[in-house]
């Protein structure tokens, strides 16, 4: 079945960029996602990328895609203490899939 | 800014009870979604509604499981017997007609089985 794998820990310092990254097995995959869950919080959808695009930038956040290697990241430039959460990376697929299948998530730590 | 609503935020129940868990979908969205993530592991899709009907299920979503729209707001999921096993925090979403590019989460709701 599908797998999505993430790094487990990241740790930046304020004003640096921070780079999270993901590898997926699905080719099929269609739409590539990031949320963003805070403590005690629900899941917020960061960004997306279709799958035909290598490249998606939306202010501080940068999405970069290689589908050849599976390899989706995700740049936060500026990283800033309210950056601290967990990233999760999600693809769906194109054959009338709709469920998302989730990463286990990269814990960002931002230093001051 | 429209958001999806879970109730209650912690529900503590017993081995062998039923449950339900609440969700009030973004109003104009017509897909429906509940997800789980056990403490420390991935956050897994349990089922997708569509058209008042399951549009998709995993492995997960067994006999024990059931999902509804009692009214044109609520979308419910019903956990029958509850089990050791399910305790999670349980994630309801929602999308519109496209349905891919944007599906939004509630805040979840926390299920301790003891």
């Known amino acids: 079945g599908e797998d999505v794998e993430q790094s487990l820990f990241l740790s930046v310092r304020e004003g640096d960029s921070s780079v999270i990254n993901c590898t997926y097995t699905?080719?099929?995959?269609?739409?590539l996602y990031w949320y963003k869950q805070e403590p005690g919080a629900g899941l917020q959808l960061l960004t997306y990328?279709?799958?035909?695009?290598d490249m998606k930038q939306d202010q501080r956040l940068t999405v970069l895609l290689n589908k050849k290697d599976k390899h989706l990241s995700l740049r936060i430039a500026d990283t800033q203490t309210g950056d601290s959460a967990i990233y999760f990376c999600?693809?769906?697929?194109?054959?009338?899939?709709?469920?998302?299948?989730f990463g286990s998530g990269t814990r960002l730590q931002v230093q001051p | 800014e429209p958001e999806v609503t879970q109730t209650p935020s912690h529900q503590v129940t017993q081995m062998g009870q039923e449950v339900i868990l609440r969700c009030v979908p973004i109003?104009?969205?017509?897909?429906f979604y509940w997800y789980r993530q056990i403490l420390g592991q991935k956050v897994e899709f349990l089922v997708s509604?569509?058209?008042?009907?399951?549009?998709?299920k995993s492995e997960i979503f067994d006999d024990q499981f059931s999902v509804e729209r009692p009214d044109g707001s609520n979308f419910t999921l019903k956990i029958r017997s509850t089990k050791l096993e399910d305790s999670a925090m349980y994630f309801c979403?929602?999308?519109?007609?496209?349905?891919?590019?944007?599906?939004?989460f509630g805040q979840g709701t926390r299920l301790t089985v003891v």
């Open positions: 990328i279709f799958s035909n695009m």
């Open positions: 699905d080719s099929s995959s269609t739409y």
């Open positions: 979403a929602s999308s519109d007609v496209q349905g891919r590019t944007e599906a939004f």
């Open positions: 109003s104009n969205h017509l897909y």
């Open positions: 509604f569509y058209n008042n009907e399951i549009s998709e």
């Open positions: 999600a693809e769906t697929g194109d054959t009338g899939r709709r469920a998302l299948t």
